[in-house]
């Protein structure tokens, strides 16, 4: 049970790694736009489910903390993300903003039956080493004025990170919450477009084909696999493998011709698969563990 929910909370850092790619083939869209109508999307599958299932009105009935913590978690990050990028260089912004997952397994040890071990933190430091090849390529350089872009990096970072691990702890709220989630997520990001950006529609079918598939997968399907994931599965190792993400992604972009190879991503690689079989150690324990019993 706990190893195919880890393997489901796994497919959404794979999703996440097609978010650069849908971006850049998505054209000129305002960020707010495009979170308003891809997280629009995103809860459309929800929907339909809720549709069929009798139970639906009682998905309401949850307590205030589940509602606050769900939609901080989905609006709040990306509200904090797309400021850090508006005051700040987004390398500087990208590589703060990533400290998400590191947080994730360090802030596990608070969790009830959680226990956490020197190869979950090492394996968590190496995938943000590698993240830092690939997001620092050019170099970085921390300027006292963009703080203002640079405090939303780390609490987008604390957001996300914060977000995961008390969903953790409402594991008895079913996943289909999410699809609320996404609705507030949409409907809030809407009004920040209005407030904030002026609106770009795509020239394109292929850019709208980028958006629909944002919706569909990164910035939908994505966020119901992670919070089953992080409920039922084993977070320490989602943490760390959660850094696979931005080098799948550099993968994905330089196979499309959106990026170059380089030295950088082959020693990226390694770092982040390294880090990811460390954080494991606990699942292939258990594996080892179980196969004498069956035999």
């Known amino acids: 049970m706990k190893l195919r929910a880890t393997l489901?909370?796994?497919?959404?850092?794979?999703?996440?790694?097609?978010?650069?790619?849908?971006?850049?083939?998505s054209g000129k869209m305002p960020p707010f736009q495009l979170s308003a109508i891809c997280f629009a999307i995103g809860s459309v599958p929800g929907l339909l489910v809720l549709f069929f299932k009798p139970s639906r009105l009682t998905l309401l009935k949850q307590p205030a903390k589940v509602w606050l913590t769900g939609i901080a978690g989905l609006f709040g990050y990306h509200f904090l993300y797309f400021t850090a990028l508006r005051n700040a260089p987004a390398v500087e912004a990208g590589l703060i903003a990533y400290l998400w997952p590191l947080l994730i397994v360090v802030g596990s040890a608070l969790l009830p039956g959680e226990r956490l071990r020197w190869y979950h933190v090492a394996g968590a430091l190496a995938g943000l080493c590698g993240t830092f090849l690939i997001v620092a390529r050019n170099g970085i350089e921390f300027d006292g004025a963009y703080a203002v872009g640079y405090g939303a990096a780390f609490l987008?970072?604390?957001?996300?990170?914060?977000?995961?691990?008390?969903?953790?702890?409402?594991?008895?709220?079913?996943?289909?919450?999410?699809?609320?989630?996404?609705?507030?997520?949409?409907?809030?990001?809407?009004?920040?477009?209005l407030g904030l950006e002026a609106t770009v529609w795509p020239a394109t079918g292929f850019e709208w084909i980028a958006v629909i598939?944002?919706?569909?997968?990164?910035?939908?399907?994505?966020?119901y696999a992670w919070d089953y994931g992080i409920k039922n599965g084993d977070i320490q190792i989602l943490g760390a493998a959660s850094y696979a993400a931005p080098l799948l992604s550099t993968l994905i972009l330089t196979l499309f011709g959106f990026a170059d190879a380089s030295w950088r991503i082959a020693l990226a690689?390694?770092?982040?698969?390294?880090?990811?079989?460390l954080a494991a150690q606990d699942m292939f324990r258990r594996k080892a563990q179980l196969r004498p019993a069956e035999v």
Do not use: K, N, Q
């Open 213 to 223: 598939g944002l919706g569909l997968l990164p910035v939908g399907a994505a966020f």
């Open 156 to 193: 987008c970072a604390f957001t996300w990170s914060g977000y995961s691990l008390l969903m953790r702890r409402f594991e008895a709220v079913s996943t289909d919450v999410v699809t609320c989630f996404c609705l507030a997520t949409s409907i809030l990001s809407f009004f920040c477009h």
């Open 269 to 277: 690689c390694l770092l982040v698969t390294g880090g990811a079989v």
């Open 8 to 25: 489901i909370g796994f497919t959404a850092i794979l999703m996440w790694s097609f978010l650069a790619l849908f971006t850049a083939a």
